[in-house]
């Protein structure tokens, strides 16, 4: 029985639903008891019928094993007549077993469980192993096939090096050669590693399974030689000994020294016909000559391979000749000075100071043969005025430029040093940034070394050889016309001079190729910048006692720096000195940003200056108060006449900011490979080498300025500003000078020799030569490839404490206020180079200027002379001599006189006629990495440094045994390397 239900209504109603709910929940599970109860036992039916089938299967299966017994068969008989091929049951077997995929490995994961016998797993293992036997060995041969890894299918050039990469290499055995590389990663990977191993853990990994692969591949077939070679490369590059050298090659990493340095015999080759090519390279290069060259029989036959740095060098030679072939290019030159050192010092045997000249060639950016012409050159030379002191001084419209230079030097100046909230003002200094007509356009300079000659380059007759030795290695003389279009040649001061005194002497007497008419002469600026910074130390360096009294002088501020000694009579090396000018010069425009905003900190100025235009008319303030010559130049002469008035302090420090200005828009210049600019600055200098004592240099832009102005056709002056900066990298803000970059290689090859022990030989030295840049090249992909880089590269000079500290002296010394001090006697003041070199240069009748002119005019009527000898080497129609003997000839009170043929007369050819041309001048040592680095320019100013080396984008087969001629100086060092 139920309970009543009692209660008002609506209660009686809900007690109602609540037994409808209680009672309907019973039934549903009650259901779901039964659903629950019919499924079990469907799904007992259906594991019933299972096993019933399973068990009729088994029994069907045991069956037919009784069956295979009964007639005396096994089940291996059956197996061999489903799988083998004769017995024609391929749908049986594809249909029966390897449709499902999981048949085959189930099976072999069977046959090879512990629960098998062990004799079983023996038979499945040695199969195993010999299948994957065959597979590997079939790989090899695929891959040696494929000649991929292989140095005999490439062509010993730079691309041999720089396609290396071992990325590459793994891609392309992963492809060939799967099995070998799953094997090699799993002997190479545990569990654990799988599970928990790091990407860069992972690649790390991948390529030690390469280079494993690769030695084995090497031992496969000696032709798969390609990673040894290059690895052969490497180590030598990096210096390795070559001991370490041959224990490496015994392991499989590289090939060996004697074959990486091996000589071929040479034997004289039977007379052939003149039809055939012959290989004729000083360092054993494959590159044919010429159609217009010697015949086969007048050069050597090669005798077995050359070895692979051999081989190499050779090729980097002929891509020069390649480049040297089309005319278009430029050479640049400069001394090596080596020390052959003898590993024991006997008699007979000691260290010797050898002398010699590295070159290099470029091909010319946007030049056409036809602005080359020697017949235009001379035409204009012929027609050339006298140099006009306005040629030197600049004009309102190029003044008006440099002070726009000058302020965005300032202007980033302060940005870059100011701290990192100037750092907001960036992008509009970026798109104010100055630039001229001459702005090079960014591209990548191919650089082209070519083999380092035993010739002394300081003397006339050194400069003559070097040019003959040029021409020789790149054979000019075998192309057709060669003399009719000229040759540039960059070098430093005494170079050049050397080259126009050549041009002087022969003037009259020789012609074509003799009279080195043919040659543009361009200075190299990097010894210019070198002289500004002689001549920058020897003006502003000031008393180095004289302590506060003195508190804005070079030496004041190297004492402050804490930095070591300096004596102007033993001038520490370029990078030295550069650096101090500098951060002196940062300091103050940094001061005198202050004192121009009247702000007590740089903090202070950036939060209050939101304007690009209030921080321009502060730099304008800057350049136009603390730069005026004029204003020293009348503070002085109020002294000398009143004998008050003025400040020493603050004259020699405004001096002393606007040279440094200078000599830093310079260097800005020249980083952003704007030749209109680097012009303003080197007619500046023009003046200002002859007011700081660097007369030499003076000179040398008396030539340059008139050269530009008059004596270069157009196209020619158009070749030398495109092409007197060279980008190594092709990136922007990254030019350097030729002259430069001739001693960064010289550095460079110095290095890579003095690598490999203390015996020496020209012949060795100018194996190195031309591979210098693509060793470079190898060295610095294969450390950031795999290892890390710790050579002599700069990062961006950490200037945060230098700076502030001179800040705090120039402000504490007051040296940019006015207050009328006054140097010790013996202290002289600051000498204003521009304007005393402007006084100099034209003061008095007869001044460098006149005396410049004179000896032009001179060589001018020398060359109008017909030549005695030497007129057949040149194109007729690039010739329009005047005949010899004719008065009309030369000018008016020529010092020539009427032409003379008597032998007297000679010794007015023998001597230079520009008397700055004859001695070398004291210049600032290079003695380090830093002090030739490309990227010094970059470094203290912001930018990313640039370590161009990516200069360029096979061979021999080491089946091959070489008899290397081990006795060689520099090949078989006393010393064990």
Known sequence: MTSPITGTRAEQTAQKKRKQLRKRAKTLAAAHVAREAAEVAKDQEARDATELAAAGRINFLDGILESLASHRLTLGDLMLHVFDPIYKHSLTRWEGFFRDRSMAPRILDLWTSNENSLSARTQVHDWAVKYIRRVVHREAKSVTASADFRSTHRPMDAKFVLDFSMKKMHARLRELATVSMDLFAAFATSARQLKEGLPARMLKKSMVITSSALQLLGEYSYANNYAKRVMGLYFFATGTQRQTMTVASHLGLTESYNNLTAKPKKKKQAKASAAHPTEATDTATTTTTPSSGPTAADHLMKVGRAGTLRTLSGAMVGMARGVAATGLFAASYDNINMVFRAAEQILGRTDTQENGTCSTIWPLWKAKLEDMLVS??????????????????????????????????????????????????????????????????????????????????????????????????????????????????????????????????????????????????????????????????????????????????????????????????????????????????????????????????????????????????????????????????????????????????????????????????????????????????????????????????????????????????????????????????????????????????????????????????????????????????????????????????????????????????????????????????????????????????????????????????????????????????????????????????????????????????????????????EEAETTLSRDTAADVSLDMDAEDMGDQGDDPDGFFGGGMDDDDEYEADVGDMGEDSDDGQ
């Open 376 to 917: 235009d050159l001379t035409s204009a030379f012929d027609r050339a005025p006298p140099l006009s002191i306005f040629d030197i001084l600049l004009n309102e419209a190029e003044s008006q430029t440099l002070d726009t230079c000058l302020v965005y030097c300032v202007l980033r100046i302060i940005i870059t040093h100011g701290g990192e909230k100037f750092a907001k003002f960036r992008e509009e200094l970026e798109l104010s940034a100055p630039a001229t007509d001459h702005l090079i356009e960014v591209h990548r300079t191919p650089l082209h070394p070519l083999p380092p000659v035993e010739i002394d380059e300081s003397t006339i007759v050194g400069n003559s050889e070097v040019i003959d030795a040029t021409f020789d290695v790149l054979w000019i003389k075998r192309i057709a016309r060669w003399l009719r279009h000229v040759k540039f040649f960059a070098g430093d001061q005494l170079s050049i001079a050397r080259l126009r005194a050549l041009v002087n002497i022969r003037a009259g007497h020789e012609g074509g190729y003799e009279g080195y008419g043919w040659g543009v002469w361009i200075p190299g600026l990097f010894h210019a910048k070198i002289a500004d910074m002689h001549g920058f130390f020897v003006t502003h360096w000031g008393k180095p006692n004289a302590g506060t009294r003195n508190p804005g002088c070079l030496a004041f501020h190297n004492t402050v720096l804490h930095r070591h000694p300096i004596l102007l009579t033993s001038l520490p090396p370029f990078r030295t000195c550069r650096d101090l000018v500098f951060v002196s010069l940062y300091a103050r425009v940094l001061h005198l940003l202050l004192l121009v905003s009247h702000k007590s900190t740089l903090d202070e100025y950036i939060n209050s200056v939101d304007s690009w235009a209030t921080l321009k008319a502060h730099s304008l303030e800057i350049v136009t108060r603390y730069t005026d010559s004029a204003a020293v130049d009348e503070m002085r002469w109020q002294r000398e006449t009143t004998g008050t008035g003025g400040d020493m302090v603050y004259e020699n420090a405004v001096l002393f900011l606007r040279d440094a200005l200078l000599s830093r828009e310079f260097t800005d210049a020249i980083k952003c490979g704007d030749s209109g600019r680097v012009v303003l600055i080197l007619k500046v200098w023009a003046l200002g080498f002859r007011g700081s004592g660097r007369t030499k240099y003076a000179h040398e832009m008396l030539h340059l300025c008139h050269n530009i102005a008059h004596v270069w056709p157009k196209g020619i002056r158009d070749i030398v500003f495109n092409n007197w900066l060279v980008n190594p990298s092709g990136r922007p803000n990254a030019w350097v000078e030729v002259d430069l970059m001739q001693e960064h290689m010289n550095f460079w090859i110095k290095n890579f020799y003095q690598a490999h022990g203390s015996s020496a030989s020209w012949d060795w030295l100018g194996m190195i030569g031309p591979c210098v840049n693509i060793l470079r090249h190898l060295v610095t992909s294969m450390n950031n490839a795999l290892g890390s880089y710790q050579g002599n590269r700069h990062a961006t000079l950490n200037l945060k404490n230098d700076i502030p500290e001179l800040m705090r002296s120039l402000a504490d010394h007051e040296v940019y206020l006015e207050k009328g001090r006054v140097l010790d006697e013996d202290d002289k003041p600051t000498v204003d180079i521009i304007g005393t070199g402007l006084r100099l240069l034209t003061d008095a009748s007869t001044n460098p200027l006149h005396e410049y002119n004179t000896a032009f005019q001179r060589l001018q009527a020398r060359r109008r002379l017909t030549p005695i000898v030497g007129e057949d080497d040149a194109d007729p129609a690039s010739q329009n001599p005047t005949p010899l003997g004719t008065a009309d000839s030369l000018p008016s009170g020529s010092p020539l006189g009427s032409p003379r043929t008597d032998d007297a007369a000679d010794g007015d050819f023998e001597a230079s006629d520009f008397p700055d041309d």
